[in-house]
């Protein structure tokens, strides 16, 4: 009985069969002589020590303890039942294994089937079992070739993106090196600071890639190690011996892992997207805070003057509203009578009345119905568009607007601006708008934008703080700077395009 339960401590580490002429090395780790003197390394295959001379090892001393244990390992579990057929008794009662206990993955013998360790469990014929155990193993290895060729284009993917922060986090470095340069002992210390940031924010994204390729490495492992060891066991004919390796070889839990998704819970850490003003403008925003060092170079906008209803200053750097008298007094309801007919009686007269009402568009006072119908205050608030003549189609821009106490405004470009609205702000672009949360009230707007992202930002030009950034994809070359206000009155509260 001994050698069928410690077969396993009797088997050589190279060639994986119970020990033949057994050896023992000077660390103590035993080997048949024909597999130690045949190892081409100069180590120990188990724990790389050094090994003994080639000469020196062919005179090794036999452990007999070993080979003796090994001669009967070899006996006793195996009875001969004809000429080159072998049959595997239960070593627990010396019968022949003739079932496989599909519960526990394991071989079984009749009086295993009847006893309380079985109970309740399901057996398959040896050759039945062995042949479904196949066919599963045949589609694992299908759906393993898979998966490993999904880790590694995983894998690949994340060395190339690996590759990208790097590159991208050293391009900017450089290029803030240059930028700092023009600002000489001044500006030393802040450029410094910002470098450190910026290669804290490569460590820390180089640190979270580095550890989703050890865990796509581990995995990638995980699934050639049990790839190999299916690969050996198909490669056993025998249903008999093929189910035994099984059970010994395998967890009772080993079959779960055939269709495993071993990619599960992996994904390629991207690259941070380095944006922002230190990525171009990087002289103007530290500008702002050393004034005194710093010559800033602002974008110089100038405003058209094509909007009847908005007054703009001489030289073009703002705006309020003020518009022009009508052209054309509203009909009175008198005069409508007299267009569609004096015949109508006083419920469609009053009807006229109403749609003239509606559609006025004067913010101002009129008399309809000629004071048959007393007066009606026409005050809907209107909103008035108005563009730069500036037009952008590449590099970086940015520009302020003092926008002051105004209780509506619109700053931005064509299509994409920041709005102020009922005390809210609110990010916009074409149809869509998203609210923006902001501490305080803003006086001054700075408008960053960068054609070859393309990217928008809105920053707190008092203190330079973004406020929100907008995803300018699919923006239409060129684009003007874009303003709009809301007014139900002249007004002389203008908005003010800043120049330093």
Not at 21 to 35: A, K
Not at 117 to 125: I, L, V
Not at 148 to 158: R, V
Not at 236 to 243: G, K, N, S, Y
Request: net charge neutral; hydrophobic share 35%.
């Amino acid at each position: 009985m001994a050698g069928a339960f410690y077969a396993e401590d009797l088997r050589c580490s190279v060639c994986l069969h119970i020990f033949t002429e057994p050896v023992t090395l000077s660390c103590g780790h035993s080997f048949c002589r024909s597999c130690i003197t045949a190892v081409p390394s100069a180590q120990c295959p188990q724990c790389r020590a050094l090994l003994p001379a080639a000469g020196e090892l062919e005179h090794l001393v036999t452990n007999h303890i070993l080979k003796s244990l090994a001669e009967k390992a070899k006996e006793r579990p195996l009875q001969r039942s004809g000429p080159g057929q072998e049959k595997l008794l239960c070593p627990e009662h010396d019968e022949k294994l003739k079932l496989f206990c599909v519960t526990d993955q394991q071989l079984a013998c009749i009086i295993c089937r009847d006893g309380e360790a079985h109970d309740g469990h399901k057996f398959k014929p040896i050759r039945e079992a062995a042949a479904s155990l196949r066919r599963d193993l045949d589609l694992g290895l299908s759906n393993m070739a898979s998966q490993i060729e999904e880790i590694q284009n995983l894998k690949d993917a994340q060395s190339q993106a690996r590759s990208t922060a790097k590159d991208l986090c050293g391009n900017l470095q450089s290029q803030i090196h240059r930028q700092f340069e023009t600002l000489h002992q001044h500006l030393r210390k802040r450029e410094e600071q910002i470098r450190v940031e910026l290669k804290t924010k490569e460590e820390t994204t180089v640190q979270k890639m580095n550890h989703s390729l050890s865990s796509m490495d581990t995995a990638l492992a995980q699934c050639r190690e049990q790839r190999d060891s299916w690969q050996q066991l198909l490669q056993v004919t025998d249903p008999e011996m093929f189910l035994r390796r099984w059970s010994e070889e395998q967890s009772n839990t080993a079959s779960k892992d055939l269709f495993k998704r071993w990619s599960e819970g992996l994904s390629v850490v991207q690259s941070p997207l380095f944006q922002g003003p230190f990525q171009s403008h990087l002289q103007f925003f530290m500008w702002k805070e050393l004034l005194q060092v710093v010559e800033p170079r602002p974008d110089l906008l100038k405003l058209r003057d094509d909007n009847s209803s908005l007054t703009v200053s001489e030289d073009k750097r703002s705006f309020h509203f003020a518009p022009q008298s009508w052209r054309q007094p509203p009909l009175s309801g008198m005069n409508y009578g007299h267009r569609f007919g004096n015949n109508l009686p006083e419920n469609k007269k009053n009807l006229l009345v109403g749609v003239n009402r509606q559609r006025s568009h004067s913010p101002q006072v009129g008399m309809l119905g000629g004071g048959l119908f007393g007066q009606a205050v026409v005050n809907v608030p209107q909103t008035f568009p108005l563009f730069s003549t500036n037009e952008f189609s590449n590099g970086q821009h940015y520009w302020e607007v003092e926008v002051g106490q105004r209780s509506f405004w619109c700053v931005g470009v064509t299509n994409h601006f920041l709005k102020f609205e009922n005390q809210k702000y609110f990010s916009c672009k074409r149809d869509k708008s998203v609210e923006v949360s902001l501490r305080g009230v803003l006086r001054r707007v700075g408008v960053y934008l960068d054609c070859s992202s393309p990217g928008l930002s809105f920053y707190d030009a008092e203190s330079m703080k973004q406020i929100v950034s907008v995803d300018c994809t699919g923006l239409v070359f060129p684009v003007s700077a874009y303003f709009n206000i809301q007014q139900r009155e002249p007004d002389k509260n203008p908005i003010i395009i800043c120049r330093y």
